[in-house]
């Protein structure tokens, strides 16, 4: 009776104490008008879980991806809400978790050749931060890499490390992404899926429609993977066919050119892997890249493509914008030459180094070339580059930019063979998914900065990840299989 009576105690002060913590934060966020401070009794609740088993707030953390909103402080100061606090404090997590316990498997996943080429990635971005032009400005880029590298590819390498662990993975993403897909699409409904308000109809879980259509290009190849899973005919797989459909539906509502390219190839690419053709596509790639920019740079080439200032504007129409970026007069597109243009430039100064992660914008005006001028060079957004391998190649000099790419590059490289080499075939739909889903992101790195937003980056770490874990799977079951012995006469 005693024992039962002290657990109804203390379960009664639990209780009293936090309805004080509830009563004391309203009472504030009246007082103060600072309606973030009614999240405290979240926060104690979080904090108890994360005590108790940090796993449950990593998947609360990926079912806030799709629906994180952007919130911007007195000041400007903008962050990721819930998403970016948590990332912030499950990286907290983690390095406790690290110094107090010694992980073999743990150990393997950082020796992996992938993880190696990381973690090289990680060192040379130092380096640009210790010589960038604008340090401060550096070093919030370089922290905020941290904690996505710590929680997306570290903690995910610690948590997710089975078909099991996956396809939880998938469920925890997949619900809240199918609702902010549907009420998005109802939000275009009521618009008349009009091209001029699709922005609208997005917020505020989406900043804009690229952000949206990358989301929802980079999850497909989950979805279309996950229906192998389950028996045809069965309830979920009608689920996910059906769901796959919404998604290819809301992708081509986003009026989004570049996530129709990303679609196309990231289905495409399962003939790359399957095949085992990888590293014949990827020397295409370079030998193409290396024609390109030879042609642009001799007798200045490039200026045949300058814009005719009158003609690249804003388009109201998605017909028009699509004949737009065909003639070269797309105001979008146009733009990222201007500054591409200038990032070339650029390089001949910051070839080493670069001018520090996150200076393009500080940096650029100086090395612009007036023939390539639009209507919003301005840039009152103070946006970036609007291409991740310029940004890394501006950022960081000719090293970095060669790094990233070899960190792009081995990804794929061991994809391919850690998918071919696999035989369960539901860790081979994981892993062809991971790739696919990689290829996706890779396509919109081309004409985006994403890799450091919550909404892409996450899954470009994560499956970094999942595809290390798999291959040290696969290298596990090969160890455990019994020898081949001679048969007894």
Sequence with gaps: MADKLSITTGA????????????????LAIITRQPLLLGAPFAVLLTFQTIVDFRAIYFLLLACIPISIEYYFPGGLGTDLPTEPLIIGLMLVYFLYALGKSDSDQAAFFRHPIMLVLFLHLGWTI?????????????????????????????????????????????????????????????????GFSFELVHDS??????????????????????????????????????LNISLFIF??????????????????????????????????????????????????????YLEFAPDYNKAITHHQFDDLLEATYNFEDISTMERAYRWVAAGHMVRDGWLTGFGPGNFYNSYAPYTVKRFLTY????????????????????????????????VFIILIVGERVY?????????????????SSIAIYTFLIINDLIETDKVGAFFF??????????LLNRKKSEVKPANLPEAK
């Design 202 to 239: 997005m917020k505020p879980m989406f900043r804009n429609h690229v952000n949206y259509a990358a989301l929802l290009t980079l999850f497909a190849p989950f979805i279309f993977w996950a229906r192998t899973w389950y028996e045809k005919g069965s309830t979920i797989r009608w689920i």
């Design 420 to 436: 071919n080499n696999t035989e369960d075939k539901e860790r081979q739909s994981i892993i062809m998914a991971v790739l696919m």
């Design 376 to 407: 919003v060079s301005d840039n009152p957004e103070r946006s970036g580059i609007h291409n991740y391998y310029f940004m890394v190649l501006v950022d960081q000099g000719l090293p970095g930019f060669l790094i990233f790419l070899g960190l």
């Design 12 to 27: 009664r002060n639990w209780y009293i104490g936090y309805t004080g913590v509830v009563a004391l934060s309203v009472f």
């Design 462 to 471: 994560i499956n970094m990840a999942v595809l290390v874990n798999m291959d």
């Design 248 to 301: 290819v539906i809301a992708i081509y509502l986003s009026y989004t050119r570049a996530a129709y390219v990303a679609l196309v190839i990231a289905f495409g690419s399962y003939l790359v892997f399957k095949f085992r053709v990888v590293k014949y596509v990827l020397a295409l790639s370079v030998a193409g890249l290396i024609v390109g920019v030879a042609y642009m740079v001799h007798d200045n080439n």
């Design 127 to 191: 380096v640009s931060v210790v010589n960038a032009s604008v340090f401060l400005v550096s070093i919030k880029f370089f922290l905020a890499k941290i904690w996505y590298v710590v929680v997306f590819v570290f903690m995910t390498g610690l948590i997710i490390r089975t078909v099991k662990d996956f396809k939880k993975l998938f469920w925890w993403i997949f619900i809240p992404l199918i609702l902010a897909v549907l009420f998005t699409l109802f939000r275009q409904y009521l618009n």
